[in-house]
């Protein structure tokens, strides 16, 4: 009793001190920092056995291969915080990229600006359906986007048939949108950091994205509290349907081929890189940000392993592995904050 | 009667009409069974309710797209009363047996089918063969003991042989080289792997040229053109890729079309005229080779039907006639071979439509 009346004394005493050590406390809390910190140890590791990684071609394909998944999992994470999960984003992705490679054969002259717009579009009226479903149907997420995986995947190999568009068919300047960079950052990467950003402070600064946590904490006490639950899971949805619709014409740009099995087995990818990148499955808790570190940390691993000649056999493996470490390192922080309340609360006695 | 089974209710109808059904389907299998086993030596005309079925390794695939048009055409053209296609969506060893199961099921006087693994669907083709059908592999061989006869591109050893002497052409004879396949278990891809790897190490002519690494980019745009990306990372002195599948030299192609590697790392293999043209033109590959895909279904069928009518067993020196391609015997093995790879250029590029 004594000792914590002690603690508390210091603790005002020195508070210039004391602040600082707080900032230093909330940094190494942050969740990103795990995920930061082995980014930044694989890309060592493997740029000191490998120069040739670290080239600026190996940056730029690093930068790259991250980039469409960065954008996903951006979406995902709208979902997964809200306690909600889109598996359908795989195949809405492929029924954008096929939809964009068509619209391209159609009306070659058509403007990139046009089809970004025309793709989102798209992608945002089958994240509509998703988030009609599930606000409407009251079923759990999970089943309805696994049956809309399924539905918009029909759709894309009906649509599609054994057609392909090639880059071939597509305007040169679209497909450098993938090739050129700025400031050593290729143009679509720079566009995904874009919409992580715009999602990081939505999600941080304005008073529907601090809904979406309080709808994931606890959807029942949001409902109580007067927070229209409905309307912002379906606009989660939408937005994320918006943003895979952004993700396939992007896909479009920078593979060779579009057809009818474009973006399968996507979605775990992107669940993946959110729950790596420290986003909670149950909701309430986790950061686009994170995320989309998560999705750049999932990706550099297939490559890191391929240039230090790994078995590519191994690299599921490691993912897998990485889930766990991710889940863990989420229940023992989830503890300690509960222990911690435990305390405080206690104090306050 | 009928009257007084309507009233009695449903079940009894719906039995009946199973019973009809099935009646149905056992005396179409005699027919085609019978058809098959003692029409040696009749007319085509004998088997007008002759049923052929081709199962592709997947579906949505424009390769196999282009097969199986050959393979409707020549269907016609042979005399099969219907000409259906079945399949799975992903080539995937085991995706194939439940579409076989439904054709026995039906009857079909002929299968063709492209093997996803060789063993996988072994059971379910010996299945179709005791109920009279005739099995016909082609472009990816099942089992031998499996099938009847299977119908192969080209010669093996000389896809092989082509794709080193491209590769080797491109680098000048000297340097590493690296293979970037399908999936690690596909029949051919391997076989013809097989085949370079001898090559480059008994032939003289390849002492210079060594190769450093076999990835897999398993037929899928994504991860072929990851592991491109690796391969060169990996590799900084690689000065060629051979890529012996479609999916693959076109991803690998694109890949290298955009990045820094455009014009310093060779790429050769099989690849389809219509998907590497852009490739060819802006010099990312110079020469790449494949046989007429559409000629492999088309030989495949009237190799059916000559089994289906008798008129070959698939025994070494049995003759058949392919229609506008003339005719083709069968050789060791139950093989029938299309004909030689054509090498594609700049020159030549515009002339094909596949």
Known sequence: ?349 | MMLNRKKTGQAPRLASLVALTAAAALALTACGGGGGGTGGGTSPAAGGDQKITFIPKQLNNPYTDVVLGGGKKGATEAGFASSQVVGPLEASASSQVSFINAETQAGTNVIVIAANDPDAVCTALGEARSAGAKIVAFDSDANPDCRDVFISQVVAKDVALIQTKLISEQIGGSGEIAILSATANATNQNEWIKFMEEELKSNPDYKDIKLVAKVYGDDDDTKSFQEAQGLMQAHPNLKGIISPTTVGIAATARYLSTSAYKGKVALTGLGLPNEMRPFVKDGTVKEFALWDPAQLGYIAAFAGKALTDGKITGAPGDKFTAGELGDRTVEEGGLVIVGPPTVFNTENIDKYDF
């Open chain 1, 1 to 349: 009793m004594s000792s914590a009346l002690d603690n508390r004394k210091t603790g005002t005493t020195t508070a210039g001190a004391g602040r600082s050590r707080g900032a230093l406390a909330s940094l190494l809390r942050l969740r990103e920092l795990p995920v930061l910190i082995a980014l930044a140890l694989l890309v060592l590791i493997t740029y000191l056995n490998n120069p040739l990684f670290l080239s600026p071609q190996g940056v730029k394909d690093l930068l790259l291969n991250a980039t469409i998944i960065m954008i996903l999992a951006a979406g995902q994470t709208l979902l997964i915080i809200t306690r909600n999960i889109d598996l359908s984003v795989g195949s809405m992705l492929g029924l954008v990229a096929f939809g964009t490679g068509s619209l391209f054969a159609a009306m070659p002259d058509l403007p990139i600006i046009a089809v970004l717009a025309i793709g989102m579009a798209f992608g945002a009226l089958l994240g509509t359906f998703n988030g009609l479903l599930v606000t409407v149907a009251k079923v759990p997420a999970l089943v309805i986007t696994l049956g809309t995986l399924y539905v918009f995947r029909g759709l894309n190999n009906a649509w599609a048939g054994g057609k392909q568009y090639f880059a071939g068919d597509r305007p040169d300047a679209f497909g450098a949108l993938s090739v050129d960079t700025v400031l050593g950052f290729p143009i679509i990467t720079l566009l995904a950091i874009a919409v992580v950003i715009a999602v990081a402070v939505y999600m941080s600064g304005t008073r529907p994205g601090r809904d979406l946590y309080a709808i994931g904490s606890d959807p029942e006490a949001a409902k109580v509290f007067g927070i229209k639950v409905s309307k912002r899971v379906f606009l989660a949805f939408l937005a994320n349907g918006a943003l895979a619709g952004l993700a396939g014409v992007l896909y479009a740009s920078r593979f060779n081929s579009v057809g009818a099995t474009t973006g399968a087995g996507m979605e775990l990818d992107v669940v993946a890189a959110a729950v790596v990148g420290g986003v909670a499955i149950f909701g309430g808790s986790g950061s686009v940000a994170g995320a989309a570190l998560g999705a750049l940390l999932l990706t550099t691993i297939t490559s890191s392993l391929t240039a230090l000649r790994v078995d590519k056999f191994w690299q599921q493996a490691i993912v897998g592995i990485l889930i766990l470490v991710a889940i863990i390192i989420d229940r023992v922080a989830s503890l300690r904050t509960a222990k911690k309340l435990r305390i405080s609360e206690a104090r306050n006695v």
